[in-house]
T-cell receptor, first 114, second 113 residues
Framework: ETGVTQSPTHLIKTRGQQVTLRCSSQ?????VSWYQQALGQGPQFIFQ???????GRGNFPPRFSGLQFPNYSSELNVNALELDDSALYLC?????????????FGPGTRLLVL | SQQGEEDPQALSIQEGENATMNCSYK?????LQWYRQNSGRGLVHLIL?????REKHSGRLRVTLDTSKKSSSLLITASRAADTASYFC?????????????FGRGTQLTVWP
């Protein structure tokens, strides 16, 4: 077990809706990253947060946004859902800041957009 | 793109055999990491090899890195049915992309009892 939890495990939404996914990291893990994994693909980096501020974003539009809280939990928000947003969303956290090489992944939230 | 690409896409072997997966990438790296994923769930970190290392071992795992060819391989010896999973290589970003992992599409390994 990595100590990283995500909720919910599964979610079904319709196109145009908004969704919030949650991640809870281990105490002290001040960096969290979010990844999107489409079926049959490898995970793609969405963004990372360090000490509650966004620090790096991948090739994802602004309708993907995030928050990191002082209690080491974080959220991924996606507005105006599109069919292509259907994927497994993974969060990963680490202790020691952005330069720390080892991160711990949660089990993921599987989102289906109809 | 720094993204790694694994080869083969799928590998099917018998228990007790060795499994070798290869990874190629495009840009210079600080390190390369291998992950395992069971049935579309979370990723489990297996091993990390730094750019100045050529070979690393962890239990039944052996990883090699050839920075001149921009390639890495993961060898699982004496495979077991429980090794059935998807395996991903990931390059670790530096500079302006510090802290990001760039994954390939993965190799689906099936080990038959």
């Amino acid at each position: 077990e990595t100590g990283v939890t995500q909720s919910p495990t599964h979610l079904i939404k319709t196109r145009g809706q908004q969704v919030t996914l949650r991640c809870s990291s281990q105490s002290g893990h001040n960096t969290v990253s979010w990844y999107q994994q489409a079926l049959g693909q490898g995970p793609q980096f969405i963004f990372q947060y360090y000490r509650e501020e966004e620090n790096g974003r991948g090739n994802f539009p602004p309708r993907f946004s995030g928050l990191q809280f002082p209690n080491y939990s974080s959220e991924l928000n996606v507005n105006a859902l599109e069919l292509d947003d259907s994927a497994l969303y993974l969060c990963a956290s680490k202790l020691g800041g952005i330069s720390q090489e080892t991160q711990y992944f949660g089990p993921g939230t599987r989102l289906l957009v109809l | 793109s720094q993204q790694g690409e694994e080869d083969p896409q799928a590998l099917s072997i018998q228990e007790g055999e060795n499994a070798t997966m290869n990874c190629s990438y495009k840009t210079s790296i600080n390190n390369l990491q291998w992950y395992r994923q069971n049935s579309g769930r979370g990723l489990v970190h297996l091993i990390l090899i730094r750019s100045n290392e050529r070979e690393k071992h962890s239990g039944r795992l052996r990883v090699t890195l050839d920075t001149s060819k921009k390639s890495s391989s993961l060898l699982i010896t004496a495979s077991r049915a429980a090794d059935t999973a998807s395996y991903f290589c990931a390059t670790w970003g530096g500079g302006s992309t510090l802290g990001r992992l760039y994954f390939g599409r993965g190799t689906q390994l099936t080990v038959w009892p």
